[in-house]
T-cell receptor, first 115, second 111 residues
Framework: GAGVSQSPRYKVTKRGQDVALRCDPI?????LYWYRQALGQGPEFLTY????????KSGLPNDRFSAERPEGSISTLTIQRTEQRDSAMYRC?????????????FGPGTRLTVT | DAKTTQPNSMESNEEEPVHLPCNHS???????IHWYRQLPSQGPEYVIH???SNVNNRMASLAIAEDRKSSTLILHRATLRDAAVYYC????????????FGQGTILTVHP
């Protein structure tokens, strides 16, 4: 079946512009997660949703970052007034349910470059 | 969050078994032990997880110490495709939703 999909796969934007990154989870998966990964580092947690409710946003670096999942399916991560330090791979994952016993399935990621 | 410690890198030869260690001396009773791996230029991929008992699946085995302060991921016959960064992650407590990735172990497999 279809896995997690993300779009766009690559995004180049100028400093100060807003960007929106989309994640389409595996059908039927209740939980959706956003991570950010710098080159040579492991992924860093940003936020996650259970259905449409944002359960934990402790990893969002500052108030320029926000995420939503209004209908409990597709999610959008928005970065306002982008800065060069926001350049990274942004990864989305989904799982059947939230909880320690459930594995997360990752998408291919969106490579964001801020110039 | 409870912390895990892994060797920075390990090497193996193709078709030999690989034992990847992970120390987690501060693990709590409700923490699950998860392993993920990340192949070059790909997203992380779930490998296996367990709580107290040893676990086997088609990809690997997970051996958990009796005191749960360490665990070992076992790849029974390494292939070139197993070359990846392997992450040992504890999930539980109030932050059970997220995965907290450390530096992981870079596994190199020689033909």
């Amino acid at each position: 079946g279809a896995g997690v999909s993300q779009s766009p796969r690559y995004k180049v934007t100028k400093r100060g512009q807003d960007v929106a990154l989309r994640c389409d989870p595996i059908s039927g998966h209740v939980s959706l997660y956003w991570y950010r990964q710098a080159l040579g580092q492991g992924p860093e947690f940003l936020t996650y949703f259970n259905y449409e409710a944002q359960q934990d946003k402790s990893g969002l670096p500052n108030d320029r970052f926000s995420a939503e999942r209004p209908e409990g399916s597709i999610s959008t991560l928005t970065i306002q007034r982008t800065e060069q330090r926001d350049s990274a791979m942004y990864r989305c994952a989904s799982s059947l349910a939230v909880g320690e016993g459930y594995e997360q399935y990752f998408g291919p990621g969106t490579r964001l470059t801020v110039t | 969050d409870a912390k895990t410690t892994q060797p920075n890198s390990m090497e193996s030869n193709e078709e030999e078994p690989v034992h990847l260690p992970c120390n987690h001396s501060t693990i709590s009773g409700t923490d699950y032990i998860h392993w993920y791996r990340q192949l070059p230029s790909q997203g992380p991929e779930y490998v296996i997880h367990g709580l107290t008992s040893n676990v086997n699946n088609r990809m690997a085995s997970l051996a958990i110490a009796e005191d749960r302060k360490s665990s070992t991921l076992i790849l029974h016959r390494a292939t070139l495709r197993d070359a990846a960064v392997y992450y040992c992650i504890l999930r539980g407590g109030t932050s059970y939703g997220k995965l907290t990735f450390g530096q992981g172990t870079i596994l190199t497999v020689h033909p």
